[in-house]
């Protein structure tokens, strides 16, 4: 059974373009959320999506956005690159019939923004 | 506001030994506690969970403890392996089904031979 792939998994780009990131959920798993993962701050929960509907988003500002399609793959987008945004972009899929909590991640898609 | 903290960043100990990683929260409403481990260049995966109503669960070489009235949970290994040397992230779920997980910072344990 493939696991979570994300693409791309490096990715190096200048303050004020965008970036779009792509995902692809273990197939069958219906649940997509994305964390970003900086050395300050550890994984943030930026937002989760199942069955095409976002259920929750965390606290990033409006700049940060994503999708969810009906094949279940998901693309987060960034706007407006801050030098700030330089971090992993991880990617967790999850059955939900599986252990609470229990997230399949990606290896994640490691921004950098100059 | 970090409502979930793990205050040591690393952790050093010698194989075969005991490894203790410690995780408070203040959120009293977190139903779901879980470890996740995180080698580098790869994503994190899930190595163990409890439930809010239990205070301890094991799997293993891996123990998870919950003392809801401290908010305080830790994870043992044990014996520690090299293997084991990696970031542990502990992580705190709430109620409605929500895969949102709120993650501490992290603490990188190194297992020495």
């Known amino acids: 059974k493939a696991g979570v792939t994300q693409t791309p998994r490096y990715l190096i780009k200048t303050r004020g373009q965008q970036v779009t990131l792509s995902c692809s959920p273990i197939s069958g798993h219906r649940s997509v959320s994305w964390y970003q993962q900086t050395p300050g701050q550890g994984l943030q929960f930026l937002f989760e999506?199942?069955?095409?509907?976002?259920?929750n988003k965390g606290n990033f500002p409006g700049r940060f956005s994503g999708r969810q399609f009906s094949n279940s793959r998901s693309e987060m987008n960034v706007s407006t690159l801050e030098l700030g945004d330089s971090a992993l972009y991880l990617c967790a899929s999850s059955s939900m019939t599986k252990s609470i909590g229990e997230l399949f991640f990606g290896e994640g898609s490691r921004l950098t923004v100059l | 506001d970090q409502q979930v903290k793990q205050n040591s960043p690393s952790l050093s100990v010698q194989e075969g030994r005991i490894s203790i990683l410690n995780c408070d929260y203040t959120?009293?409403?977190?139903?779901?506690f879980l470890w996740y481990k995180k080698y580098p260049a790869e994503g994190p995966t899930f190595l163990i969970s409890?439930?809010?109503?239990?205070d301890k669960n094991e799997d293993g070489r891996f123990t998870v403890f919950l003392n809801k009235s401290a908010k305080h949970l830790s994870l043992h290994i044990v014996p520690s392996q090299p293997g084991d040397s990696a970031v542990y992230f502990c992580?705190?779920?709430?109620?409605?089904?929500?895969?949102?997980?709120?993650f501490g910072k992290g603490t990188k344990l190194t297992v020495n031979p």
């Open positions: 409890i439930s809010s109503i239990k």
């Open positions: 992580a705190a779920i709430g109620q409605g089904g929500s895969e949102k997980l709120v």
């Open positions: 959120n009293s409403m977190f139903d779901y």
């Open positions: 999506y199942f069955s095409e509907t976002q259920r």
